[in-house]
T-cell receptor, first 115, second 114 residues
């Protein structure tokens, strides 16, 4: 079974630009979560999508948005990039059901550098 | 609300020595607890998890952890460290009602000396 796939793996943007990151979950997984990882803040939860609906949201500004498609693939977008947005963005999928233990399967991440 | 505290951002052990990484959690509901490992330039990989039942859980690569409710702890151990264990380790907590939203500790970097 293929793992979680994130594209692109690396990208460089300048302040003020926007970026879109893509995540393909493991086949059969309907929940997709996004996390931001930085040396100073660690792993911060951005949002979670399930069945094309945002189910949970972290404490990030509105410049961070996401969506999920009917095939469970997800994208996140960051508009008006700031230097502080430089981070590793991790996508994780999970198999929802009962009991829902919350075990996450992570992709390798998209490393964003904002200049 | 849930939170995780990992004691010690850096732990260094000699090859063959005991590995002990500490994790304490706070949760208002029965928690699900996890340990993940991250190698450089990679995503996180699940080592082990506690959901219900046996409080001593065994994971991959010889790691195990014990859930102690009275101490709100979920420490990770391995009897004998190997050079390949050098990585960053994250403890995480989630609840059934927010299963897609795990709260992570700040991570512990494990160094293994030859």
């Amino acid at each position: 079974k293929a793992g979680v796939t994130q594209t692109p793996r690396y990208l460089i943007k300048t302040r003020g630009q926007q970026v879109t990151l893509s995540c393909s979950p493991i086949s059969g997984h309907r929940s997709v979560s996004w996390y931001q990882q930085t040396p100073g803040q660690g792993l911060q939860f951005l949002f979670e999508y399930f069945s094309e609906t945002q189910r949970n949201k972290g404490n990030f500004p509105g410049r961070f948005s996401g969506r999920q498609f009917s095939n469970s693939r997800s994208e996140m977008n960051v508009s008006t990039l700031e230097l502080g947005d430089s981070a590793l963005y991790l996508c994780a999928s999970s198999l929802t059901g009962q009991p829902n233990t919350g075990e996450l399967f992570f992709g390798e991440g998209s490393r964003l550098t904002v200049l | 609300a849930q939170s995780v505290t990992q004691l010690g951002s850096h732990v260094s052990v000699s090859e063959g020595a005991l590995v002990l990484l500490r994790c304490n959690y706070s949760s208002s509901v029965p928690p699900y607890l996890f340990w993940y490992v991250q190698y450089p330039n990679q995503g996180l990989q699940l080592l082990l998890k506690y959901t219900t039942g046996a409080t001593l859980v065994k994971g991959i690569n010889g790691f195990e952890a014990e859930f102690k409710k009275s101490e709100t702890s979920f420490h990770l151990t391995k009897p004998s460290a190997h050079m390949s264990d050098a990585a960053e380790y994250f403890c995480a907590v989630s609840a059934d009602t927010n299963a897609g939203k795990s709260t992570f500790g700040d991570g512990t970097t494990l160094t293994v000396k030859p």
